[in-house]
């Protein structure tokens, strides 16, 4: 016989996935007599065997007589997937191809929920929640994410924030604590802290962040969240000027000055 795979193993839950979080799941592939190679295969008009936040490792191996392989299935979200996740756009759903050699093709079917997060998101839709993103409707956050920039504000009933509350957060934390850290912002942060940091930015649970998580940690997940903006703070259409005016102090403030009327 060839290889095989227990039929039990061909659905994959991922439950709550948060953003910059991993989560496994694994399954084994068990090979007969006869020598065996395996490998997840791209399907129809795909360029990819799976989704930009799954990847299989191993994706392709050899098996020898009568031996096994753990698979594991890694899923992560991180900035180039998280912002069409929030929206609902895309879903935490695929169906891998698991092709095996003088086999059969296995279909795995893979799906999860994805907890909306503040990384990720626009500026603009982050200044118009009011509430913690986690709190907000999944329609509504639809709907402010895929909102076009330059929105006239008279078309929502409240005016948006200057600045979201994430980011004036972090900044305030860092700016009354942190001004005569050392290291800032080159001195790595914690793991544990970061996923504090994102679940406070994300629920809202703690009114002041305090002593739960180091300065470099809460500098971390301030530049993490710039990292993750579709649109950075300086626009992309206003990135080259930004750049060549740099060494002016005059065509800077004019630069600024046209940033500041564009989002007005």
């Known amino acids: 016989s060839c290889c095989m795979l227990s039929p039990s193993t061909l659905q994959f839950l991922f439950k709550d996935v948060k953003y910059l979080q991993l989560q496994v799941e694994s399954f084994t592939i068990s090979n007969g007599p006869v020598p065996c190679q395996f490998e997840f295969i791209s399907k129809p ?3 990819a065997y799976c989704k930009p936040w799954l990847i299989a490792k191993p994706s392709k191996g050899f098996l020898m007589p009568d031996s096994e392989v753990v698979i594991a299935l890694e899923l992560c979200v991180n900035k180039s997937t998280a912002t069409a996740l929030n929206s609902g756009e895309e ?4 169906i891998l191809v698991l092709h095996l050699d003088r086999g059969k093709d296995y279909f795995l079917s893979v799906s999860g929920n994805y907890l909306p997060s503040c990384f990720g998101c626009p500026i603009q839709t982050l200044c118009y929640m009011k509430e913690p993103i986690r709190e907000m409707l999944p329609e509504a956050i639809r709907e402010l994410t895929l909102m076009p920039l330059l929105t006239d504000d008279a078309f929502w009933e409240e005016k948006p924030l200057d600045v979201p509350k994430e980011l004036w957060m972090m ?3 860092l700016c009354r604590s942190a001004c005569h850290q050392e290291g800032l912002f080159q001195q790595p942060g914690l793991r544990p ?4 940091i994102r679940d406070w930015l994300d629920t809202g649970t ?8 180091s300065n470099h940690s809460v500098a971390e997940a301030l530049l ?3 990292e993750s903006l579709p649109e950075p703070v300086v626009c992309y259409k206003s990135y080259r000027s930004s750049l060549e005016c740099a060494n002016s102090y005059e065509m800077s403030s004019q630069v600024r000055q046209a940033l500041r009327e564009g989002q007005d």
């Open 171 to 173: 900044v305030d934390l």
């Open 91 to 94: 879903k935490l759903e695929d």
């Open 193 to 196: 802290e970061f996923e504090q």
């Open 45 to 47: 008009n795909e360029d």
């Open 206 to 213: 703690l009114d002041v962040l305090g002593p739960v998580a």
């Open 224 to 226: 993490l969240f710039l």
